[in-house]
Each structure stands twice: as C-alpha cells, then as structure tokens.
C-alpha cells in the first residue's frame, strides 16, 4: 500500500507560477512511476506529466508541454510538478498517482492515488 500526499496548490494570477509536491510513503518509491493528472469542474480527469520510474521517460499533456515540468527526489520520496506561466485554463484539482509499471498517460495505468490539492488560476 502507497500514500501519496499532495500540496503547495492555491489561488495564483495568470501568468503566475506553483510548485506542486506529493510525498510517498514507501521504501521501493525509486522503482515507482510517477504521474500527475488534473480535474476541472464537469470534466473527467486529463493527464499533465508523467515520469518514469528511471527518470528517463517524460511524457507531458500538449497543453502544459514548455511550460510544466516533473520530477521526483527519491531522497525525499516526493515528485514535483512545476507549473509556470499559468493560464485560467489550468483551473484544476490536480492529483499525482505512481505505478510500479511503466508510466503511462491513462488514468487506467496507476494503482495509487493522492486526494488532490486545488489550483485556481484567476484571469
């Protein structure tokens, strides 16, 4: 059993910038692959990021690509979403997931998951 516990979410101007964190509980989180999807209000949950257990896939959403950016500290056990130049459209909860398979952009592809933190871009 993993427990993934996010923050760093809150309300931010567009063209602002946030760091989202999710810490893991676990001592095999290096051999984890990590992802961070989002959930606007009325709509389904959409991937963003996602990293391979190596550190050597990245997969980004085309509508964050250039300006979000994952990555994970085994150290700490925790994955990092960095999300600048923020638009209204990244108006979401936003949830980071691991599998101890191959990172994947489908939901379908996790085992376990964070209770979300919000993030509110205003225009």
């Known amino acids: 059993q993993v427990q993934l516990v996010e923050s760093g979410g809150g309300l931010v101007q567009a063209g602002g910038s946030l760091r989202l964190s999710c810490a893991a509980s676990?001592?095999?989180?290096?051999?984890?692959?990590m992802g961070w999807f989002r959930q606007a209000p009325g709509k389904e949950r959409e991937f963003v990021a996602a990293?391979?257990?190596?550190?050597?896939?990245?997969y980004y959403a085309d509508s964050v690509k250039g300006r979000f950016a994952i990555s994970k500290d085994n150290a700490k056990n925790t994955v990092y979403l960095q999300m600048n130049t923020l638009k209204a459209e990244d108006t979401a909860v936003y949830y980071c997931?691991?599998?101890?398979?191959?990172?994947?952009?489908?939901?379908?592809?996790?085992?376990?998951w964070g209770q979300g933190t919000q993030v509110t871009v205003s225009s």
């Open positions: 997931a691991v599998t101890r398979g191959l990172s994947s952009r489908s939901v379908s592809g996790y085992d376990y």
């Open positions: 990293l391979g257990w190596s550190g050597g896939t990245l």
């Open positions: 676990g001592r095999t989180f290096s051999t984890y692959s």
